[in-house]
């Protein structure tokens, strides 16, 4: 509406504009008109006035000018102090139609133009001078403007009713416009309002044609599908997280309950705490996994990346794993790893190979073997210096069509087993997005029913070509760099 009023407002102005220019450049060519007639009939006046013996009037017969338009045509003959001699009928009860000062510049010979009204009509006259046996005369030859003044009024009330038929039509058909332009405008914003009362699987109608407004449509269906995905998956972590939490915390109040059902000795006692104190930790590590996953994906602020020599990480990892493994006969081993340095948060990357290893001794079989070898990434999608860690095991694999699923969060494949190795479905699902903090990733290279293979990419190069094997924790751990002071 708003719009329309704009646009009427704008076309009203530009209509009386042009209107105003019609108006004057008519009324200029009238009077320009008028005068070159007044001068025409005043020189022929002039003429037959002064063709005799001594002045007198000759009157030009009505219709003789300009078609009978100028009725009325009057002289008046003043002589040289300005006192009426002669005058046509109509003018013959007036003094003299002008002063003394235009009667001494027509006598001059200027032939001055005036405009006198005569008994309330307005009218145009020329003042001619005459000579006549010795005698100067001052000939005022005019002619009435009443129909020029007709034609102007008339032309006023046309140009006026063309603005308002204009202003009329032009509004109309501006908000005709407008309407038919914002249509879709108006329902995208009243599917937006209802998006925003929480509606958010609703999408904005596809667009018919791909204009502007048709693109903003796309664009905005874009950014409510990324909205609605946020959203969802926010849900979902949400419903998981308290799904994850509310087990064990259930089982530890069942455990209370039984407890209590009836006086206990105090060894008793004990063994509930003890079981409480095990369930407990396993829920300290579901929030602290939670509070980094969260960490993670708010970018990690404040994570430094600096050079971290990658065997003694590894080392440390296998270290914290080498009773479990011990415990199950499985090896852990280098495979021609040649000497790696990655830039990396040595915390967050500690968190990542911690558990990629620990999956490869919880999930591989008794009396397996763990692999880790590394290199240089050589393909050219790499536009940082990059080295790819791989670390194969020998447990049961797996299947294809899960090797992305098992970086989605609290996602396990054998949920029975994953109770076992005590497992929450979440160390992958951090994995992945703390790599993406160090600009690295994470995926299954390869799996099959004799075991899987993790490759890890991280920012970082090879310091050293010369390749060892063997079991990880005998590798000699690199010279540590000089540092200069
Ligand atoms: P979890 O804490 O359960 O180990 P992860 O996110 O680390 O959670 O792993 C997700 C699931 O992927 C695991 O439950 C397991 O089923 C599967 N998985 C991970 N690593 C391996 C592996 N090396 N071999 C076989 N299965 C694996």
Redesign the pocket.
């Known amino acids: 509406m708003q719009l329309t009023l704009w646009w009427a407002l704008a076309f009203g102005l530009l209509l009386a504009i042009a209107n105003l220019a019609i108006y004057s450049a008519f009324d200029v060519y009238l009077r320009r008109d008028l005068d070159r007639k007044v001068r025409t009939v005043a020189a022929a006046e002039l003429a037959s006035s002064s063709d005799g013996p001594g002045i007198h009037l000759h009157p030009i017969p009505k219709d003789a000018l300009a078609d009978g338009e100028f009725a009325d045509p009057f002289v008046q003959i003043l002589s040289e102090d300005g006192t009426v001699r002669l005058a046509s009928p109509v003018i013959r009860h007036l003094p003299a139609l002008v002063g003394y000062d235009v009667v001494r510049a027509a006598l001059d010979g200027h032939a001055p133009l005036v405009s006198p009204v005569i008994d309330g009509r307005p009218g145009r006259a020329a003042v001619l001078r005459a000579e006549i046996g010795g005698q100067r005369y001052a000939v005022i030859v005019g002619l009435f403007r009443d129909s020029i003044v007709a034609h102007l009024s008339r032309l006023a009330w046309v140009l006026a009713f063309v603005w308002m038929a204009g202003l009329a039509a032009t509004t109309a058909l501006g908000y005709w416009l407008a309407s038919r332009a914002l249509a879709p405008v108006v329902g995208i914003s009243r599917r937006a309002a209802r998006i925003a009362r929480g509606d958010f699987s609703a999408r904005l109608d596809p667009p018919v044609r791909l204009d502007e407004v048709g693109e903003m449509t796309q664009s905005l269906n874009e950014v409510l599908e990324c909205l609605h995905g946020a959203l969802e998956g926010h849900r979902r972590f949400a419903s998981d997280a308290s799904h994850e939490l509310r087990t064990p915390i259930a089982a530890m109040a069942g455990a209370i309950d039984v407890t209590l059902m009836r006086p206990r000795t105090a060894e008793e006692y004990r063994d509930t705490l003890r079981i409480l104190r095990e369930r407990l930790s396993s829920v300290t590590a579901l929030c602290e996994d939670l509070m980094l996953l969260v960490h993670a994906q708010e970018g990690a602020p404040g994570v430094e990346l600096r050079e971290v020599p990658l065997l003694p990480q590894l080392q440390r990892s296998a270290s914290r794993l080498a009773g479990a493994a011990a415990a199950r006969g499985i090896r852990i081993e280098a495979r021609d790893l040649p000497e790696l340095v990655a830039y990396a948060d040595s915390r967050l990357l500690a968190r990542v190979l911690d558990?990629?290893l620990?999956?490869?001794v919880?999930?591989?079989r008794d009396g397996g073997r763990i692999e880790i070898s590394g290199a240089a990434a050589d393909d050219a999608a790499d536009t940082l210096e990059t080295v790819v860690i791989t670390v194969s095991?020998t447990?049961?694999?797996?299947p294809r069509a899960?090797f992305e699923r098992?970086?989605e969060r609290f996602?396990?494949?054998?949920r029975s087993?994953?109770a076992a190795?005590?497992?929450?479905?979440?160390?992958?699902?951090?994995?992945r997005e703390v790599l993406a903090v160090l600009r690295g990733s994470i995926r299954v290279a390869a799996?099959s029913g004799d075991?899987?293979t993790?490759e890890i990419r991280l920012p970082g190069r090879v310091t050293s070509s010369s390749r060892r094997s063997g079991p990880l924790a005998d590798l000699p751990a690199p010279a540590p760099a000089l540092e200069c002071r």
């Open positions: 558990n990629v620990a999956n490869a919880f999930y591989n095991d447990g049961t694999g797996i899960e098992v970086f996602y396990r494949l054998d087993r994953a190795t005590g497992g929450n479905g979440l160390g992958l699902a951090i994995c799996s075991g899987s993790f």
